[in-house]
């Protein structure tokens, strides 16, 4: 008698196909967007541009939303690539902050960056790590307490590995939590208050990334406030 597919790997499947069938529609959808902020076909007034705007950040949100499905729909099968190479984890830290850094700025947030003279190059999916990194750096902008903020990220080698960590004053996680950290759609209630449109996806896909290319991640919550992640990577 042939084996029925369970509910969950139905729903997974649904998603799955649900996501493929969103990715092209959107790329279309952002382009047309692109292409009319642009004014390549016709000028547009002041109101017209801050419509079109707001509609491309939403997309943005959107194709984000999608991916990190695709993404999750992969890791569940066993089909998440990864393409390990040299890479300098310092120079992804630094791209990574430097794209943050205006929203940081907006929210009031110092980013620190803490780095040895010398530090060894890791043998990782460079584009993968990139995720990782800025999945842990804007969770601690975003879920920043009221007034001044820091975000400390510091780089430092142990044995035969690179320790990373994110170290921040914010709201911080319930202990009561700390279990469903990094499960599929595990969000905060205070989270879900200030972050409406998170999808809880981008833990889940962090600790699946760290771990195939070689590593472990993990968190603690801080003496005075907040909360510090952190993840190791071979060295190369």
Known sequence: MPKHPSKKARVSDAVSIVAHQLKNPISVLYGY????????????NKKQKEYLTDALKNVEVISKIVK??????????????IKPRETDLVKIC??????????????????????PAKLPKVYVDSSKIYYVIENLISNAIMYKSSGPAQ????????????????KDNGIGIP?????????????????VVLNPSGTGLGLYISKAIIQLNGGEIWFERNKDKGMTFYFTLPIA
Do not use: H
């Not at 850094?101 to 009031?108: G, I, L």
């Not at 947030?109 to 803490?114: A, D, L, R, T």
């Not at 469903?180 to 209630?189: D, I, N, P, Q, T």
């Open 68 to 81: 990190d499905l695709l993404d999750v729909s992969r890791i569940e099968e066993g089909k998440y690539e």
């Open 151 to 166: 975000v400390v990220i510091e780089l430092k080698r142990k044995g035969n590995k690179v320790l990373f960590s994110c």
């Open 94 to 115: 630094r791209e990574v902050i430097n794209n943050l850094s205006s929203w940081a700025k907006a929210s009031n947030c110092e980013i620190v960056f803490k780095k």
């Open 175 to 191: 202990k009561k939590d700390f279990k469903k950290v990094f499960s599929k759609f595990y969000r905060s209630e205070e989270a």
């Open 33 to 44: 967007l692109e292409v009319l902020l642009s004014e390549e076909i016709g000028k547009l």
